[in-house]
Structures are given as structure tokens and as C-alpha cells.
Nanobody, 124 residues
Framework: QVRLVESGGGLVQSGDSLELSCTAS????????MAWFRQAPGKEREFVAA????????YYSDSVKGRFTISRDSAKNSIYLQMNSLKPEDTAVYYC?????????????????WGQGTQVAVSS
């Protein structure tokens, strides 16, 4: 059984940093990639960042480019999201996802597996 478990969320102030972690168990994703999405109250799930597992290429949404960094640790089957210069509009539940990415990195249907989410709240 495949599981994705996120951790690292919390309440921070505007301008602060936070790092999220996601560990996968049950399989590896060497033929695809993993990503972070987020969903704020009343809004649709939004793509944040993705990383291709083998090559390590990364892709970011414009809203986080330059502030967030996605990385992976193959030995731990984990990905991370380093979030700097956080803004109140970054407040959301952040989800880890994994899959073949065959429809493109920002497309939720590209990912077969999802975590339960971790809450990030940024106060002004």
C-alpha cells in the first residue's frame, strides 16, 4: 500500500520560513515525480512545485518562484518544500502528490497518490 505522509506545517508570521516534508512508503517513483499542491479555504487546489525523481528537474508556479524550493532525498524516498518569505496568501493546506506526471506537472490528474495534507498559516 502506497502512503504519502506530510509534516512540517504550522503557524508563522509574514516573512518567516518553513520547511515541509513528505515521505513516501510502499513504492518509489523513479519513472515519474512528486509535487506539492495547496488549497486555501473556498479555493481550488493549486499547483505549487514539482520535481522529477530521476533527473531532479524542478518546476514552480509563478506565485512561489524565487521563494520556494523543492528538493528530494532518494535514500529517504522523501521530498521537501523550503518556503521562504512567506506571505498571508500562502496560507493553505499543503498536499504532497506522486505519480507518472504524464499530463504535465501542474495537472492534478498526473498524480496517482496524495497525502492527507498539512496546514500552513501565515499571519500578517
Amino acid at each position: 500500500q502506497v502512503r504519502l505522509v506530510e509534516s512540517g506545517g504550522g503557524l508563522v508570521q509574514s516573512g518567516d520560513s518553513l520547511e515541509l516534508s513528505c515521505t513516501a512508503s510502499g513504492r518509489t517513483f523513479s519513472n515519474g515525480g512528486m509535487a506539492w499542491f495547496r488549497q486555501a479555504p473556498g479555493k481550488e487546489r493549486e499547483f505549487v512545485a514539482a520535481i522529477w525523481w530521476t533527473a531532479g528537474n524542478t518546476y514552480y508556479s509563478d506565485s512561489v518562484k524565487g521563494r520556494f524550493t523543492i528538493s528530494r532525498d532518494s535514500a529517504k524516498n522523501s521530498i521537501y518544500l523550503q518556503m521562504n518569505s512567506l506571505k498571508p496568501e500562502d496560507t493553505a493546506v499543503y498536499y504532497c502528490a506522486a505519480g507518472t506526471v504524464k499530463f504535465g506537472a501542474p495537472i492534478p490528474a498526473s498524480y496517482n497518490y496524495w497525502g492527507q495534507g498539512t496546514q500552513v498559516a501565515v499571519s500578517s
